[in-house]
């Protein structure tokens, strides 16, 4: 016989009038996880503790709220209501979701991936399987072939001789990691490209700005750098952005590599790079000479169309005893160079060296001055069209750059080009901010005009 089944009032409150099987303890097939808490939704579970036709209930619901999500589970799976998942199954869960490293190099271009292999070699990590590849109509496809789903993505890239395609290259693989749920994709670009249109010229843009935006439009995270043509171009993003400083591995190549580095002179080929020849002269005890009078890099402001006069309604217009005050043109002093440079080793340093011209007008003064060797340190050696020729022809005795872009052909052409390894850096902030550490030991002894 059925065991005779409880009335609405609980035991001793007499037999229903129509019998009801009793409910099963468990369900064979529980609802997925998505849904934890069953039909009876807030209110039911408020009725429950607080009705006293179940003295358990409010016990089961207040150790679930202090044990976790089992023990709730578990007193409203004896109360005969429906479950979701088993408490020790809950605890697996909880525990899946956890994230790693995944290094992704964006360059289709093999000779710019060596920077790529250094760091995860660093790292001790494998570098992440994907293929970046221009089609025959010459767009560019990405293609992703592992996982990323929760993890951190560190994802270098260097500039290549093609900078739109490396552009697109780096962007089209951040969105391609966003849209594959990413933790947080990080962009490791060592030289920014359009850097040097941070400023306004006459009717010209800002592209570093219009290029932040689309990086950050794009998914990226975070920025890691080095040496910005102006700091302030971290201002165009609203990310986080590390702008890293070579500064440290070119003064020890100055210190182990010029066997008589006591006898130079820190060079600015320019008054708007003496801030960085002061740094270096002051950490290495050295003096300062600053070349003034070289030709500007602006092009004449004569060719602005904003100097061709109004039409005649606008003159019209203007008040006949209104007189605005114009600026007096400059006029391009003669070369003269201020510091003492005869008889030392002349040491110029920038953070880019692109279009040679200045660094060989440069070089030709010291000699004039009476330095008998000269060198020439930059962070970012682009090398455009003819540097490498130009260099071996000059009075330069040695160009030192960092690898943040590859320039192997050009060292090919010009044995004075040396390269100095930046990757230890670049490694050491992917592995900080993978777990979480500060980045100020990095930024060690840097001040507001380095």
């Known amino acids: 016989m059925a065991p005779a089944p409880l009335s609405a009032a609980g035991e001793g409150g007499g037999a229903s009038p129509r019998a009801r099987p009793a409910r099963p303890r468990s369900l064979p097939h529980a609802p997925p996880p998505s849904c934890p808490r069953s039909t009876g939704g807030a209110e039911l579970r408020r009725r429950l503790c607080l009705s006293p ?13 202090g044990a976790g999500a ?45 920077l790529s292999k250094r760091i995860a070699e660093r790292l001790g990590v494998e570098m992440g399987k994907v293929q970046v590849y221009q089609e025959a109509n010459r767009e560019t496809r990405v293609q992703i072939q592992e996982s990323v789903r929760g993890k951190d993505v560190f994802i270098i890239q260097t500039v290549s001789k093609d900078v739109n395609t490396t552009i697109m290259e780096l962007l089209i693989m951040v969105y391609a990691c966003k849209t594959s749920c990413a933790k947080s994709i990080i962009g490791v670009v060592p030289y920014f490209p359009y850097s040097k249109q941070c400023k306004m010229r ?34 165009f993003f609203n ?47 050295l003096g300062i000479a600053v070349i003034h009078g070289e030709a500007q ?18 003159v019209a217009a203007i008040h006949p005893s209104l007189e605005i005050p114009m600026l007096i043109p400059k006029e391009k002093p003669p070369i003269t160079v201020v510091g003492d440079v005869g008889g030392r080793i002349a040491i110029i340093v920038d953070d880019i060296i692109d279009d040679v011209d200045t660094f060989l007008a440069a070089a030709e003064t010291l000699k004039e001055r009476g330095a008998y060797k000269i060198f020439v340190m930059a962070t970012h050696g682009l090398l455009s069209s003819d540097a490498p020729r130009l260099i071996e022809e000059s009075a330069i005795d040695e160009v030192v750059v960092t690898n943040t872009i590859p320039h192997e052909i050009q060292k090919l052409q010009c044995p004075k080009i040396k390269t100095v390894d930046i990757s230890m850096i670049l490694s050491e902030a992917i592995r900080r901010i993978h777990n979480g550490e500060s980045m100020s030991y990095l930024f060690r002894n840097i001040g507001v005009d380095d």
Do not use: W
């Open 239 to 285: 990310i986080p952005v590390d702008n890293l400083r070579a500064s440290p591995f070119l003064l020890q190549y100055i210190q182990e590599e010029i066997p008589d580095y006591r006898n130079a002179v820190i060079v600015a080929k320019s008054p708007a790079s003496a801030k960085r020849a002061q740094s270096f002269a002051e950490r290495l005890r």
């Open 297 to 314: 890099d602006a092009e004449s402001d004569m060719v602005d169309g904003r100097h061709s006069p109004p039409t005649a309604k606008y």
């Open 70 to 114: 089992g023990s709730l589970l578990e007193g409203q799976n004896n109360l005969g209501l429906m479950f979701c998942v088993p408490s020790t199954e809950i605890g697996a869960i909880m525990n899946i979701t956890k994230g790693g490293l995944v290094l992704f190099s964006a360059n289709s271009n093999s000779s710019c991936m060596e």
């Open 202 to 235: 006459k009717r010209g843009s800002i592209v570093s700005k219009l290029l932040a935006s689309m990086m950050c439009k794009a998914g990226l995270t975070h920025l890691i750098t080095m040496d910005l043509h102006q700091k302030e171009i971290q201002g």
């Open 53 to 65: 036709s179940f003295p358990s209930g409010r016990a089961a619901f207040s150790r679930g709220r």
